[in-house]
T-cell receptor, first 109, second 113 residues
Framework: GQNIDQPTEMTATEGAIVQINCTYQ??????LFWYQQHAGEAPTFLSY??LDGLEEKGRFSSFLSRSKGYSYLLLKELQMKDSASYLC??????????WGAGTKLIIKP | IAGITQAPTSQILAAGRRMTLRCTQD?????MYWYRQDLGLGLRLIHY???????GKGEVPDGYSVSRANTDDFPLTLASAVPSQTSVYFC????????????FGQGTRLTVV
């Protein structure tokens, strides 16, 4: 079966760095995505990786290793507004998105 | 304002009733999707449409139907609601079925009692 694993919840301090991991087992691979979802709101797109390596976008970076079925989202200089759930999703061979359950990130002052 | 709009925002529905959730986008996206999101689970695809006039079944299609008469609208119908369909429903769209960035509506919180 297809499976996306990510931690349920993480806590970090304002101004610090946090890394949210995601491992996956899917039927084929056409890219890995990270979305941010604030409580009660819609998911919004953060990043897309299809090749191995690190993609940097401001305070957020996303890493992919296809051979290990592994990705992480790195958030630097954490701000209170970064408190949200972070969703990892993989596009399988049928171009369907398979979603993880999300990691709830709590930022403390 | 360009984007994707869902209606209603929330609804309490008696079991056995029929309900249509509406979804409209004005970005001229070809692909549209309906997901449900339940606590502790990832988003699960109910139905999708890669282009107007075509639809497909996702992971959890039972009890739901969709239509795609035109590019902009993608309604989701629950023919006879059951309590297990209590969930938050998100409509989304993307340029094509194989493009990576999906845009989501604000969600419909449905409670079936």
């Amino acid at each position: 079966g297809q499976n996306i694993d990510q931690p349920t919840e993480m806590t970090a301090t304002e101004g610090a760095i946090v890394q949210i991991n995601c491992t996956y087992q899917t039927s084929g691979f056409n890219g890995l995505f990270w979305y941010q979802q604030h409580a009660g709101e819609a998911p919004t797109f953060l990043s897309y990786n299809v090749l191995d390596g690190l993609e940097e976008k401001g305070r957020f970076s996303s890493f992919l290793s296809r051979s290990k079925g592994y990705s992480y989202l790195l958030l630097k200089e954490l701000q209170m507004k970064d408190s949200a759930s972070y969703l990892c999703a993989v596009m399988d061979s049928n171009y369907q998105l398979i979603w993880g359950a999300g990691t709830k990130l709590i930022i403390k002052p | 304002i360009a984007g994707i709009t869902q209606a209603p925002t929330s609804q309490i529905l008696a079991a056995g009733r029929r309900m249509t959730l509406r979804c409209t986008q004005d970005m001229r996206h070809n692909a549209m999707y309906w997901y449900r999101q339940d606590l502790g689970l990832g988003l699960r695809l109910i139905h999708y449409s890669n282009t107007a006039g075509t639809t497909g079944k996702g992971e959890v299609p039972d009890g739901y139907s969709v239509s795609r008469a035109n590019t902009d609208d993608f309604p989701l119908t629950l023919a006879s609601a059951v309590p297990s369909q209590t969930s938050v429903y998100f409509c989304a769209s993307s340029e094509r079925g194989d493009t990576h960035q999906a845009f989501f509506g604000q969600g419909t919180r449905l409670t079936v009692v």
